[in-house]
């Protein structure tokens, strides 16, 4: 069963503009949430993350928002810069469980 | 460069022939992690060690497959008579006790003739 979802496999952005990343969850022991961003040939590089006692977490141009009832999470990036084109993979984690569960990932484009 | 290192980054090898493989975690890290993504698919997680003890493996994790972390340092994840279904990236990942975040490196691509 695939208990981080993202359901979008790719979106498409113009430069600029604001990018929003889409992310499910099943597991409600889940209680922290990551996202990574991955580029070709590279492994995942840690973006942002959430624990499940906030709402929502800003770093710079990313914000992630959590919404615990729904089992929903989003990462917001704004504005959307070329070199953010890449991978985006939400995971979640029970606190010390040490295994992250990842999404299926979604691939952005960010268009000039 | 003081990030996770993996070698070797892609190996190529025939059915049924062992593989090897080795993964050196950021430095100050006692937590490593091993993951296996296929194509089109998110990481899933295989085992993970705390210094150098072996804490938890996936049922994903056959008896073809073993992982090792002596002294508490690099690590090494051996598959045994591999199959075509083990073609993936393998992913090795570290991180501090203190902070759950996980640092990846850039991974070994398997490929099985």
């Known amino acids: 069963d695939q208990q981080v979802k993202q359901n979008s496999p790719s979106l498409s952005v113009q430069e600029g503009r604001i990018s929003i990343l889409n992310c499910d969850y099943t597991?409600?022991?889940?209680?922290?949430f990551l996202w990574y961003k991955k580029y070709p040939a590279e492994g995942p590089t840690f973006l942002i993350s959430i624990s499940s006692i906030k709402d929502k977490n800003e770093d710079g141009r990313f914000t992630v928002f959590l919404n615990k009832s729904a089992k929903h999470l989003s990462l917001h990036i704004v504005p959307s810069q070329p070199g953010d084109s890449a991978v985006y993979f939400c995971a979640a984690d029970v606190q010390g469980a040490q295994k992250l569960v990842f999404g299926q990932g979604t691939r952005l484009t960010i268009n000039p | 460069d003081t990030g996770v290192s993996q070698n070797p980054r892609h190996k190529i090898t025939k059915r049924g022939q062992n593989v090897t493989f080795r993964c050196d975690p950021i430095s100050e890290h006692n937590r490593l992690y091993w993951y296996r993504q296929t194509l089109g698919q998110g990481p899933e997680f295989l085992t993970y060690?705390?210094?150098?003890?072996?804490?938890?493996k996936s049922r994903l994790l056959s008896d073809r497959f073993s992982a090792e972390r002596p002294k508490g340092s690099f690590s090494t994840l051996e598959i045994q008579r591999t199959e075509q279904g083990d073609s993936a990236m393998y992913l090795c990942?570290?991180?501090?006790?203190?902070?759950?975040?996980?640092?990846f490196g850039d991974g070994t691509r398997l490929s099985i003739l």
């Open positions: 060690f705390q210094n150098e003890a072996q804490l938890e």
């Open positions: 990942a570290s991180s501090l006790t203190s902070d759950g975040t996980q640092h």
């Open positions: 597991n409600s022991m889940f209680d922290y």
